[in-house]
């Protein structure tokens, strides 16, 4: 364990940038640990700091971000995906992710984070122990999240590009025909494609609006 980090915390809501706040600070009373806080709120903002700033130590990534198509940043996973891939050092803490199996299961495998934590697990009493343990360099994830890879040791499957541009084009409105235009498929391959898509996100049944919804969730887009 160090005696300072540099430490960013990336998260769109200001309770969960408070209980990050004071968990730190509780840190410090214990351990004698300093942190230099920087804060960002939305991908953008968190990407500039990074390439601005020293490096950083520790990354608190609070995964619900608002969506920047246009850096193509669609949500906290896309944002720590880049970070893990840029400073494969870093140490990174996912907080608040929701609590579904499929989505933590691809956060785990494309992050990789030394801390995994899901929503409503920061008010924990043994919250500050176990951000200490992380830091002394052993890996936590929480029951919740362990639970949920447990169970879906089996469930092995990534979206391709073109899945994951279908998904954008839908929640954009366009039809299938256009969207066949978009990623060079016949409508009937789109079709095809997006029968899959509905099988594989849980939503066999679901209408357009309810693919949306579960890829959103998810973090695909």
């Not at 929701?98 to 299961?105: G, T, Y």
């Given at each position: 364990m160090k005696n300072s980090y540099k430490t960013l915390i990336v998260a769109g809501r200001r309770f969960a940038v408070s209980g990050l706040n004071n968990i730190l600070k509780q840190i410090t009373e214990t351990t004698g640990t300093t942190f230099k806080i920087y804060?960002?709120?939305?991908?953008?903002e968190a990407l500039s700091i990074l390439k601005e700033e020293p490096p950083m130590d520790l990354v608190f990534l609070d995964l619900k971000l608002t969506q920047e198509p246009k850096i193509k940043m669609y949500s906290g996973k896309d944002l720590g995906m880049v970070i893990r891939e840029l400073y494969p050092t870093i140490t990174i803490v996912v907080v608040n992710a929701?609590?579904?199996?499929?989505?933590?299961?691809t956060v785990a495998n494309s992050i990789k984070?030394?801390?995994f934590f899901v929503k409503n697990e920061m008010d924990r009493p043994d919250i500050v122990s176990l951000f200490i343990y992380i830091l002394q360099g052993n890996p936590i994830y929480s029951s919740t999240a362990l639970r949920c890879l447990v169970h879906l040791l089996d469930v092995s499957f990534k979206l391709d590009s073109r899945d994951v541009q279908l998904l954008r084009e839908l929640d954009n409105g366009h039809t299938l025909k256009k969207i066949g235009e978009l990623i060079s498929l016949s409508q009937s391959a789109v079709s095809k494609r997006k029968r899959k898509l509905k099988l594989l996100l849980g939503v066999p049944d679901g209408n357009d609006r309810d693919l949306i919804k579960r890829a959103l969730v998810l973090g695909f887009i």
């Open positions: 804060f960002a709120n939305c991908c953008s929701p609590n579904d199996p499929v989505f933590i299961k984070p030394e801390g």
